[in-house]
Nanobody, 115 residues
Framework: QVQLVESGGGLVQPGGPLRLSCAAS????????MGWYRQAPGKQRDLVAH???????TYADSVKGRFTISRDNAKNTVYLQMNSLKPEDTAVYYC?????????WGQGTQVTVSS
């Protein structure tokens, strides 16, 4: 069982930055594929970005050039640096870990982009 705890959400003005963190349990974090997803009200949960154990990254087209996913294996933590935020980025952001054939989710953190 892997536990994930997200933090860093909040209210930010359009154009501003925000950094999300996701702390994971487990002694083999470096082997996890980690991802950030988001779900806006009334919409499905969509992939934002993910990073493999080898450091390869993938981004949704809507966030390319604005968001950066990274990981610190020494701290068992994955980050999502979000810049140039837009109102349409407003959503609950979830962290996901894939460990062998199992997937685990965090509880989510709310990000609201509004003036």
């Amino acid at each position: 069982q892997v536990q994930l705890v997200e933090s860093g959400g909040g209210l930010v003005q359009p154009g501003g930055p925000l950094r999300l963190s996701c702390a994971a349990s487990g002694s083999i974090f470096r082997a996890y594929t980690m991802g950030w997803y988001r779900q806006a009200p009334g919409k499905q949960r969509d992939l934002v970005a993910h990073i493999t154990s080898g450091g390869s990254t993938t981004y949704a087209d809507s966030v390319k050039g604005r968001f950066t996913i990274s990981r610190d294996n020494a701290k068992n933590t994955v980050y999502l640096q979000m810049n140039s935020l837009k109102p349409e980025d407003t959503a609950v952001y979830y962290c996901r870990a894939i460990v062998t054939i199992n997937a685990y989710w965090g509880q989510g953190t709310q990000v609201t982009v509004s003036s």
